[in-house]
Nanobody
């Protein structure tokens, strides 16, 4: 499975941005996908996840109410809509797929994309 993230960019505080992640290769019809992020000098942290079959979502407290994760199952694509962006949201955003454990643990995800840079200026 290969993951290709796109849609990052430079925005101002308060703006919105949507990043997407397309999966290819030997993909299952039912899947879990998510997003992690890593800011300069910080550890990679969980942002959000979704189960395609049930629609169950989880969010980090820092983004709850501002970010929304969704999927287009037919296109094997996940989206992260980010509203009311803050400078502290600046990070490289990585999409992940196939959960084998706790959603908030990096080691629980089998596949990782290359990442897309999101920069929020104040």
């Amino acid at each position: 499975v290969q993951l290709q993230a796109s849609g990052g960019g430079l925005v101002q505080a308060g703006d919105s941005l949507t990043v997407s992640c397309a999966a290819s290769g030997r993909t299952a019809s039912s899947f879990t996908m998510g997003w992690f992020r890593q800011a300069p000098g910080k550890e990679r942290e969980f942002v959000a996840s979704i189960a395609s079959s049930s629609g169950t979502t989880y969010y980090a407290d820092s983004v709850k109410g501002r970010f929304t994760i969704s999927t287009d199952n037919a296109r094997n694509t996940a989206y992260l809509q980010m509203n009311r962006l803050k400078p502290e949201d600046t990070a490289v955003y990585y999409c992940v797929r196939s959960l084998k454990g706790q959603y908030y643990q990096r080691s629980a995800w089998m596949y990782w994309g290359e990442g897309t840079q999101v920069t929020v200026s104040s």
